[in-house]
């Protein structure tokens, strides 16, 4: 379902004239369909920029993410248009993280809904499937008609998984989606998560707590075990001095 095959990204810091940022290069790794990759290391390693890659925030220096997509069937992320991704995140790729972007006063419950209005559901439909949504996600029906701006950080977000799970994604990215959740909504994501691995969404992720992260993971690519793999490669190479 997904193919990263040698992926590489540079950051070229202008400010500071030829500085370079290379968090990772020859990365490679595969996900099965319904299945979630985790990706563990320490801060700074490259966790939410190999996410960033998939989704296309950020464009891969080099390499390819292969990915079977239901609208253009496969398709390497990493070279498709601008048009592509757009489509593609409209109908098939979602991406979560804890910080909520929304456009000021529209309410919670429409804040969710719009995802399925977006694919063609009626008012009526998207509402009430957004209600359902909310409701597993622990969100108080006071909170419905309210503006997601002024919400709790963990409020937020829920409202963001909601809004992320409610359009049953082919491709799910997380990034530490229950980084200020408690312990029993952190529960009930991971049943909504298991449910759609299920039904077959692929994902791949990142969980600040292991603990979490191994009740939802199929697989886990520890970056710092794969850094020192590469650097004993590396070391290899090099030819000994004489
Ligand atoms: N847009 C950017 N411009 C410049 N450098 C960046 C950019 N995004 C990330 N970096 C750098 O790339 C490296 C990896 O960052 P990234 O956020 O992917 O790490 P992470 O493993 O997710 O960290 P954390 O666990 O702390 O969130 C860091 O050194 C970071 O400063």
Known sequence: MLKVQSLAKTFELSMTGQMKIRPFRDLSFEVGRGQFLGIAGPSGIGKSSILKCVYRTYLPTAGSILYDSELYGELDL??????QIVHLRRAEISYVTQFLKVIPRIPALDVVAERLLLRGATMEEARVQAQDMLQRLNIPQDLWSAFPATFSGGEQQRVNLARA????PRLLILDEPTASLDHDT?????????????????????????????????????LRIWQASQNAAETEQIPAAR
């Not at 990493?78 to 048009?83: F, I, K, L, M, V």
């Not at 299920?198 to 690519?221: K, P």
């Open 165 to 168: 799970l409610i359009a049953r």
């Open 78 to 83: 990493a070279q498709a248009t601008e048009r």
């Open 186 to 222: 952190t529960l009930k994501v991971l049943q909504l998560l298991n449910e759609m691995k299920e039904q077959g969404t692929t994902m791949i992720g990142v969980f600040h707590d292991w603990d979490v992260m191994g009740r939802v993971a199929d697989d886990i690519l520890d």
